[in-house]
T-cell receptor, first 113, second 113 residues
Framework: GAGVSQTPSNKVTEKGKYVELRCDPI?????LYWYRQSLGQGPEFLIY????????DSGLPNDRFFAVRPEGSVSTLKIQRTERGDSAVYLC???????????FGPGTRLTVL | KNQVEQSPQSLIILEGKNCTLQ??????????LRWYKQDTGRGPVSLTI?????NTKSNGRYTATLDADTKQSSLHITASQLSDSASYIC????????????FGAGTRLFVKA
């Protein structure tokens, strides 16, 4: 596609539920990043994929968070047993191999009630 | 600890005026510094990227500077327009691969008619 897309754009769920957030990177981009952005704050790094593998998952806050990228393109961020503190905008970005610039998607706004 | 600090937190200016936003960082090893513009409800969009050897980069009315010795960067906006109202985020990448990114909290700019 022309840019990074994320679905859904908004997700409202109840505390304790499981959610999946999807990211479609720009075609051909090998690197994919997930970030979390709380209101009034800059994005916070969660995880970085190079191809199919997670090169750095040091930003994942705990084991309720998991992300996959099985074919090296689309990625899914999975959150188990959601908590109210998980409410935020989850941003995905991709970059071409060897590139410095990250191209961001519009984000998924997650609200945990 | 790797940190990126931005000032001011918010800024109000009149249309047509210039302004300068500041970014100080303590990130090592430094790979590159980027300025992003983030409109409300959207993902960040890259304005400029600078590596260690670059000390200025322009993109239309936006001019970024980098002083790698003092670890400071600035973003100067010339002849501001109402559409410049947004958050401006300073992002520093660390590591030899440059993939570990640290975001500032952003400066919220309001341009008034």
């Amino acid at each position: 596609g022309a840019g990074v897309s994320q679905t859904p754009s908004n997700k409202v769920t109840e505390k304790g539920k499981y959610v999946e957030l999807r990211c479609d990177p720009i075609s051909g981009h090998t690197a994919l990043y997930w970030y979390r952005q709380s209101l009034g704050q800059g994005p916070e790094f969660l995880i970085y994929f190079q191809g199919t593998g997670a090169a750095d998952d040091s930003g994942l806050p705990n084991d309720r968070f998991f992300a996959v990228r099985p074919e090296g393109s689309v990625s899914t961020l999975k959150i188990q047993r959601t908590e109210r503190g998980d409410s935020a905008v989850y941003l995905c970005a991709s970059s071409p191999e060897g590139g410095n610039e990250q191209f961001f998607g519009p984000g998924t706004r997650l609200t945990v009630l | 600890k790797n940190q990126v600090e931005q000032s001011p937190q918010s800024l109000i200016i009149l249309e047509g005026k210039n302004c300068t936003l500041q970014c100080n960082y303590t990130v090592s090893p430094f790979s590159n510094l980027r300025w992003y513009k983030q409109d409300t409800g959207r993902g960040p969009v890259s304005l400029t990227i600078m590596t260690f050897s670059e000390n200025t980069k322009s993109n239309g009315r936006y001019t970024a500077t980098l002083d790698a010795d003092t670890k400071q960067s600035s973003l100067h906006i010339t002849a501001s327009q109402l559409s410049d109202s947004a958050s401006y985020i300073c992002v520093v990448s660390a590591g030899t691969g440059g993939f570990k990114t640290i975001f500032g909290a952003g400066t919220r700019l309001f341009v008034k008619a």
